[in-house]
T-cell receptor, first 115, second 111 residues
Framework: DTGVSQDPRHKITKRGQNVTFRCDPISEHNRLYWYRQTLGQGPEFLTY????????KSRLLSDRFSAERPKGSFSTLEIQRTEQGDSAMYLC?????????????FGPGTRLTVT | GQQLNQSPQSMFIQEGEDVSMNCTSS?????WLWYKQEPGEGPVLLIALYKAGELTSNGRLTAQFGITRKDSFLNISASIPSDVGIYFCAGQLGSGNDMRFGAGTRLTVKP
């Protein structure tokens, strides 16, 4: 399967712990996006990478959140000192360098539960 | 902020029926997109619209971009059980990282 993959698929953590999620985009897609989706809502944009450069961050991305894409391939999203309000599905999407940037392919998401 | 209002929130229909759902906004969007999301999966792009008034079909799906660029509808004809899922509209304001999603329409199809 050559789609976007995310790991882990599910994560349960206690409040105050740090968590890290990984996203592997479709090969050779240079654009990568992170979204957060809470229950009953659509995805909300968090941050965007073009290759290894993080070009935009949403105001939703508090200072407890950090994302990296060190070699322009896979990306990680870390949440420090998790809070119950961080419970959500974290979606990653990638987009090819050629073609429109709205053509985003989503991964299956990582569902985070903070207890 | 630029909010997309999607309706209805949920629909329960019989297999074979046609379905219509819509999305409105107070903002003008460059591109309008419709996605489907199934349980435990990420959204999958169904249709993209980028010309005002454009009517586009993808199999049994038909979507139109409103002439004012502030609304769109999605129709599904002759629904089948595998149409079950949540349908999201999304509007792109500028570039791909400026995409706003509606809250979704949950579709249930009874066989």
């Amino acid at each position: 399967d050559t789609g976007v993959s995310q790991d882990p698929r599910h994560k349960i953590t206690k409040r105050g712990q740090n968590v890290t999620f990984r996203c592997d985009p479709i090969s050779e897609h240079n654009r990568l996006y992170w979204y957060r989706q809470t229950l009953g809502q659509g995805p909300e944009f968090l941050t965007y990478f073009q290759n290894e450069a993080q070009l935009e961050k949403s105001r939703l991305l508090s200072d407890r959140f950090s994302a990296e894409r060190p070699k322009g391939s896979f990306s990680t999203l870390e949440i420090q000192r998790t809070e119950q309000g961080d419970s959500a599905m974290y979606l990653c999407a990638s987009s090819p360098s050629t073609g429109p940037d709205w053509e985003q392919y989503f991964g299956p998401g990582t569902r985070l539960t903070v207890t | 902020g630029q909010q997309l209002n999607q309706s209805p929130q949920s629909m329960f229909i019989q297999e074979g029926e046609d379905v219509s759902m819509n999305c409105t906004s107070s903002s003008i969007f460059n591109t309008w997109l419709w996605y489907k999301q199934e349980p435990g999966e990420g959204p999958v792009l169904l249709i993209a619209l980028y010309k005002a008034g454009e009517l586009t079909s993808n199999g049994r799906l038909t979507a139109q971009f409103g002439i004012t660029r502030k609304d769109s509808f999605l129709n599904i004809s002759a629904s089948i059980p595998s149409d079950v899922g949540i349908y999201f509209c999304a509007g792109q304001l500028g570039s791909g990282n400026d995409m706003r999603f509606g809250a979704g329409t949950r579709l249930t199809v009874k066989p």
